[in-house]
């Protein structure tokens, strides 16, 4: 007499269900990781052209104030370029014997510690402010190089309230991207250029946090034009800045 076969026991039905939920969720999951694979490329190639077109329009701007200074020379007339719009202020002074008048307008710059540092957009308003903070505080007008390396190597963003590195384009364009920012080259662009979403950029800035420059400060109590560190530096904040990074 022969054996029968074994019969197979049969797969309860909740297993299989089980089993089809999760074939569905692994081929929706594997449709999500494509999509997200191409917007990633997509985005990658507009950030690309943005960068690309902002370095052409640094070029030009550029190549048009030699070109003007070119053309009042040879008129025998002097060239004087457009007022500066961005300035650049950080705080060498702390707060022992310090007036509430300027103690109130370095808070309102968020400039709470020494050697913190801020961009702000100059106007007739944050002039008055900085001739009230002028003893503790160092300004002028920074270049392209410094407003790009203060970002890239100091930046840090307010999200929730927190201070969070700019390790990725995703945290500027969760928090910016209602304001057409969506990568660390937007902003760049916007605060150097101060553009009409200047107040977003610089409110989501945190304020960088500066060492103290090589060498120490030199007289902090002395006006920079006197031999001293306070008050407007023009265009000498830049190499400021590059012994504070």
């Known amino acids: 007499m022969e054996d029968k076969p074994k019969q197979l026991p049969k797969v309860p039905e909740s297993i299989l269900k089980r089993r089809k939920q999760l074939a569905i969720n692994k081929a929706t999951a594997a449709k999500a990781e494509l999509a997200n694979r191409k917007k990633q490329v997509t985005k990658k190639k507009t950030i690309f052209k943005r960068a690309e077109k902002y370095v052409k329009e640094y070029r030009a701007k550029e190549r048009d104030e030699i070109r003007l ?18 300035a650049f202020v950080i705080r060498i002074r702390g707060i022992n014997g310090i007036h509430p008048r300027p103690r109130k307008v370095l808070q309102l710059f968020r400039l709470r510690q020494i050697n913190n540092g801020v961009s702000v957009r100059l106007n007739k308003a944050t002039l008055n402010r900085l001739k009230i903070a002028e003893p503790y505080a160092a300004w002028g007008r920074p270049n392209l190089k410094t407003v790009r390396e203060l970002i890239y190597k100091r930046g840090f963003g307010k999200v929730n309230h927190q201070r969070i590195p700019l390790t990725n384009n995703s945290i500027i364009e969760k928090e910016l991207g209602a304001q057409t920012m969506i990568c660390i080259e937007d902003l760049i662009h916007e605060v150097f250029t101060v553009g009409s979403n200047f107040k977003y950029a610089s409110n989501f800035l945190w304020p960088f946090n500066l060492s103290s420059p090589m060498g120490g400060w030199r007289r902090k109590y002395n006006r920079y034009n006197d031999g001293g560190d306070y008050g407007f530096r023009d265009t000498m904040i830049d190499a400021l800045v590059k012994q504070m990074i």
């Open 69 to 86: 200074a070119r053309i009042a020379k040879k008129a025998g007339n002097f060239y004087v370029p457009a007022e500066p719009k961005l």
